[in-house]
């Protein structure tokens, strides 16, 4: 083997790190610090404050707040532990009396940061396990630090499933149907795979850095074995939590097709996605894509995708002018949200999160996989991070066990679900419904305001008087019961209004011609299309007959809710194509197909709009 010659290198940096002298640095500058911390900057500034207070306070060493922080010299471990007791005495509590161990130990981490960044100094192994000692045990006997965490709610399939068919047949909102698409293609990743939100969406923590799934992340693959003949989708996950820079630790997730369930099969959404983007080589329709198959004596063929698109997120975020972005990455803040209102809308009583999914898969991961299948798939680095996942709810039907039965699995998962909290008629977010008003704008004290900040005040007055009016539904709500011996259904007006009599009859337009004439043509439509077989599920989802009327101008949701939502084989280039053209990234929100704003409500016709939708409001 010949001699290796060495490289060539400019190491003149190295050597004055060497000769430098170990002093404590400098602090960084504010314009550095934002960089560096990105998200987490506002939690850096918050500790900061804290600990200068604290020093005042109780070390009396007089800081100068205009000066940049810079400590006078490293604190001792009993200095963090009297810091730690003055916090929980002093933080204004949220979730309890006292604020929680969580809290304690997040702002611990924060200041652990803050001293790194200025002093280079990291915490000793001696230091944590007092420090978390301290946390854990001592301060809940000794300062009342509450132990209370928020509830985790768990999103298993059935919920998905629930959900995915809400938002196709009955969410009235007013979506451009590529981020619904987009939305429910996330929800089955969500589901099958069990990701955190930073691995498929840009995460707070790596903010600007547009990275999540992108196209390159995936392949498609047509496969032709005697195990299985169809399409796979091989999902790469580069940005594992910790191992993001780790280009040797990359797993590949693989997903089949679901014919008998095209509405939640993975390749469906990404294929319709895909195509919308135009990302194959030489396949622009389903009809080229189901025409190349394997060659023989080769068992899988692997679609190619062109260079240009590959680093182009395939979850991307919404513009101003309703369209998508072509490159722009949706933010997690967006993924959150989205969530949050597809779970209010459909009736869920808890926060839908990502993490609800994730935690689903952890509890069925934990029943068939080995502790080394699930620390790969969860992304996780040590065994006892998987305790944090594990429902409230033992996952064992004990009494079976005991009685020697058969253990009913199922009903203790029903229990164990956050869809057993559904109520269909729980208050709705503003402007989910087509028959909600825009309430009039009060605009006094207002006038020297911007709009921009008069727009922020009707947005945070809505979201409060939501919260209020969804926490007294709730209140209300709890224990009602109809007895089995009452001819009582959920149509009752004493329950409330059914999902579809979602409509203010109080304000119902008085011309009873118009109005009888359009409600029959409406409730024929709502009752031929919709109406429940007698071995149906009560708990069902239905349009109301608004929505019903709307997909007339729809073709294509119509379109694929009538061939999705059945227990046969849906050939996958019937239900791709209305699917490509409702992902296509230029559409903007859904409208009736040539309307147009006209004054005083008056439609080509002659005939009012308030006589067709009683209470509708302005589009």
């Not at 509450?146 to 909102?173: G, H, M, N, Q």
């Not at 996942?389 to 079976?400: F, L, N």
Request: neutral net charge; proline residues 6%; hydrophobic residues 35%.
């Amino acid at each position: 083997m010949p001699p290796q010659i060495p490289r060539v290198v400019d190491n003149s940096d190295l050597v004055q790190a060497a000769l430098q002298k170990t002093t404590t640095p400098e602090p960084p500058s504010e314009e550095k610090l934002k960089t560096i911390l990105t998200s987490s900057y506002p939690a850096y500034k918050r500790i900061v404050g804290r600990w200068v207070q604290f020093s005042e306070e109780i070390l009396s060493q007089h800081v100068d707040p205009t000066s940049p922080f810079k400590l006078q010299q490293l604190p001792t471990l009993e200095q963090v532990k009297i810091f730690l007791r003055w916090l929980v005495r002093t933080s204004v509590p949220i979730l309890d009396d006292q604020i929680t161990v969580v809290t304690l130990d997040n702002k611990l981490s924060d200041l652990k940061k803050a001293i790194k960044l200025h002093t280079d100094f990291v915490f000793p192994q001696l230091w944590n396990r007092d420090l978390k000692e301290l946390i854990k045990k001592n301060l809940p006997a000794t300062e009342g630090l509450s132990t209370k965490t928020y509830k985790k709610s768990i999103a298993p399939v059935e919920v998905t499933k629930d959900l995915l068919r809400f938002a196709w047949r009955c969410d009235e909102y007013d979506w451009d149907t590529r981020s619904l698409i987009q939305l429910l293609f996330a929800a089955i990743i969500l589901t099958f795979m069990g990701l955190r939100p930073g691995e498929m969406v840009e995460s707070d923590a790596w903010k600007g850095s547009n990275e999540g799934l992108l196209y390159k992340d995936f392949t498609l693959q047509r496969n032709a074995g005697p195990g299985y003949n169809g399409f796979s989708l091989h999902i790469r996950l580069r940005n594992r939590k910790g191992k993001r820079l780790n280009k040797s630790q990359k797993p590949v997730m693989i997903l089949k097709e679901l014919p008998f369930a095209r509405w939640m099969c993975p390749v469906t959404h990404f294929l319709a996605l895909a195509l919308a983007d135009g990302v194959f080589e030489d396949c622009s329709t389903i009809e080229a894509i189901t025409a190349r198959k394997p060659p023989p004596g080769v068992r899988a063929y692997k679609f190619r995708m062109k260079e240009c698109v590959k680093e182009l997120p395939i979850f991307r975020a919404r513009q101003n002018d309703g369209t998508i972005s072509h490159s722009k990455i949706l933010t997690y803040g967006c993924l959150r949200t989205l969530l949050l209102g597809l779970g209010q809308r459909a009736g869920l009583k808890d926060r839908l999160t990502s993490y609800c999914f994730r935690r689903a898969y952890g509890n069925t991961l934990d029943k068939v996989a080995t502790a080394a299948q699930r620390r790969q798939l969860m992304g996780h680095t040590r065994e006892e991070t998987f305790q944090f996942y594990i429902s409230e709810i033992v996952a064992v039907d004990a009494q079976s066990m005991v009685l020697g039965t058969t253990p009913d699995n199922a009903f203790i998962e029903m229990n164990q679900s956050m869809g057993l909290d559904t109520n269909f008629m729980a208050p709705k977010p503003p402007g989910s419904c087509l028959t909600d008003i825009a309430g009039m704008r009060d605009t006094d004290g207002m006038s020297k305001l911007s709009p921009a900040q008069q727009y922020e005040i009707r947005r945070q007055t809505r979201n409060r008087n939501y919260t209020k009016t969804r926490l007294k539904f709730w209140e209300d709500t709890e224990g009602l019961f109809v007895e089995d011996d009452l001819e009582t259904t959920v149509d009752d007006p004493s329950l409330g209004t059914t999902e579809e009599e979602h409509w203010d009859s109080e304000t119902a337009v008085e011309d009873s011609d118009t109005e009888t004439a359009v409600d029959d043509d409406l409730e024929n439509d709502y009752q031929n299309e919709w109406k429940d077989t007698d071995d149906a599920d009560p708990t069902e989802r239905n349009p109301s007959r608004y929505l019903t009327a709307l997909l007339r101008h729809q073709p294509d949701r119509r379109e694929l809710i009538d061939m999705m939502f059945t227990k046969e084989e849906v050939p996958l280039v019937r239900v791709v194509n209305p699917m490509q053209r409702l992902a296509d990234p230029s559409r903007g929100a859904s409208t009736y197909s040539g309307v147009k704003p006209l004054k005083d409500g008056i439609c080509p016709t002659g005939v009012h709009l308030s006589a067709l939708i009683p209470s509708a409001r302005t589009r």
